[in-house]
């Protein structure tokens, strides 16, 4: 086995197979290096302790990786009508919400699924309302919550597990 493994050479990754950028010392994905690990360059011969949390380089990749969401192009769920979600295990759905009263409305999922919902308000940062997960349960993630005529809403549906692809639905009501 170690003779087979000796004759194998690493292959060095071409460029275009990476997705990178140039060293970033201060970045969080850095460990710490104590004096004498690092040759080059120089100045960090003393060691290397970055500098704790995101640098600029890790959010600009973060943003890159992680783009902001546009609530203003989520599907709008209005009273009464259903929502196929057309999800996978572990993808989510987001919707608007505006109510045209002030009252209580309730949110549900139907079908045959693990899912878990989430509302929040829609300003930034967003803040959290309503939350329920049916946790596997022979149930259906619901919830009750008052809620303001012309509030703009933002509906996040989780879906964790489903029986049959497009069998699960969301209404407000």
Not at 43 to 53: E, H, M, N, W
Not at 84 to 92: D, F, P, V
Not at 97 to 107: D, G, K, L, S, W
Request: proline fraction near 6%.
């Amino acid at each position: 086995m170690a003779a087979a493994c000796a004759a194998r050479s690493l292959a060095k990754i071409t460029p275009d197979e990476v997705q990178g950028s140039v060293w970033d010392p201060d970045s969080v994905m850095h460990y710490a290096f104590e004096a004498g690990l690092i040759l080059k360059p120089a100045k960090y011969q003393g060691g290397l302790t970055p500098a704790g949390g995101l640098s600029a380089r890790d959010r600009t990749w973060a943003l890159k990786f992680y783009p902001p969401q546009n609530p203003a192009a989520f599907p709008r769920l209005t009273p009464l009508n259903s929502a196929t979600l057309s999800l996978s295990a572990g993808e989510q759905a987001d919707f608007t919400f505006v109510p045209t009263a002030t009252r209580a409305y309730e949110f549900r999922t139907f079908g045959t699924s693990d899912t878990t919902l989430a509302l929040f308000d829609g300003t930034a940062p967003a803040k959290l309302l309503a939350t329920d997960d049916d946790s596997g349960e022979d149930r259906n993630a619901h919830f009750k919550v008052s809620l303001k005529a012309n509030g703009r809403y933002l509906l996040r549906v989780r879906l964790q597990f489903v029986e049959s692809h497009g069998e699960t639905a969301v209404m407000v009501w």
